[in-house]
């Protein structure tokens, strides 16, 4: 939680990002991640300054419960002096038991963001999907909360300027922008007008950027004069030294020539599993993970 403190911006995480996206379209099935369709609603994690604090907390986080899916699962939620924003225990449950930063204690509005966050935890745990390492396992947090419907909460709650800053969690504001505009584009809804922080619309729409970006690369027809002409040099010098691999700072990869026609690789713009057509013009190539239908010109 950054708290006062300096706020990281840009998109330093994207590729774990990407990745966590993949996985959970892996774990999940392309049916169940499209039974989130719906955000958390505000008024049901709205926190006014005379609710009462721990009653208000257990209202949110069953709240958050019941989005996630989780019948069984019960919060109890505490409030101590810690570093971090919340922490939550992870046992065989169903009862787990999570605390909070003191500061939300007169913070109430965010309360909701930093439960969503160790909700997504326990619903992780219960499908067993977690990546090594501390950073990366909190990362594909963040992204499942906010890929699933509860993340912009998160974003909503980064707020700075000249005096001050708060920033909850791992991924920056910008990358939140980028899953928050990923969810946008395959259920169409628009998280913006629930933002209240204004540095969240301007997250958003650098992360939308990003995240459109994607859809205008090579081989995808909707790639740009200058990636189409990157990519023709690219297969040119495949097809005649008879090699492929990947390339740095390009998404695709030309599959090398040996007993099979020369073929090329890239990420899916929506779950980024990597798709293989062959290289022979039009292409029109369906995304067996997440069922994306995908225009190319091989």
């Not at 570093?83 to 605390?99: D, K, R």
């Amino acid at each position: 939680m950054a708290n006062g403190g300096p706020v990281e911006h840009g998109f330093p995480h994207l590729d774990t990002v990407r990745a966590s996206i993949t996985a959970l379209y892996r774990r999940l099935s392309y049916e169940t991640v499209r039974t989130f369709a719906a955000s958390v609603a505000p008024a049901d994690v709205a926190f006014g300054d005379l609710d009462d604090l721990h009653l208000g907390a257990q209202r949110v986080a069953r709240e958050l419960v019941r989005h996630f899916r989780l019948p069984d699962a019960r919060l109890v939620v505490g409030f101590r002096e810690m570093s971090h924003a919340a922490n939550v225990e992870l046992t065989a449950g169903p009862e787990y038991f999570v605390e909070l930063n003191d500061r939300f204690r007169t913070h109430r509005r965010d309360i909701g963001a930093a439960l969503a966050h160790e909700v997504a935890h326990v619903y992780l745990h219960r499908l067993d999907l977690s990546f090594p390492g501390t950073r990366d396992n909190e990362i594909l947090t963040d992204t499942v909360t906010t890929y699933l419907g509860a993340g912009w909460l998160l974003l909503d709650a980064y707020r700075e300027d000249s005096a001050s800053s708060q920033k909850l969690g791992y991924l920056t504001p910008e990358e939140f922008g980028y899953v928050l505009a990923k969810r946008s584009l395959l259920f169409g809804e628009d998280p913006s007008v629930w933002f209240t922080s204004p540095q969240a619309y301007t997250a958003y729409g650098k992360g939308m950027d990003r995240a459109r970006e994607d859809a205008r690369q090579p081989p995808l027809t909707a790639a740009g004069w200058a990636g189409r002409r990157r990519y023709a040099h690219d297969r040119r010098r495949a097809r005649e030294q008879r090699e492929g691999g990947e390339r740095p700072g390009v998404p695709y990869a030309f599959t090398p020539q040996d007993r099979e026609p020369l073929g090329v690789s890239f990420p899916c713009p929506t779950c980024q599993q990597r798709i293989r057509v062959p290289v022979r013009g039009r292409v029109r190539a369906r995304c067996g993970l997440c069922r994306t239908v995908l225009e190319c010109d091989t």
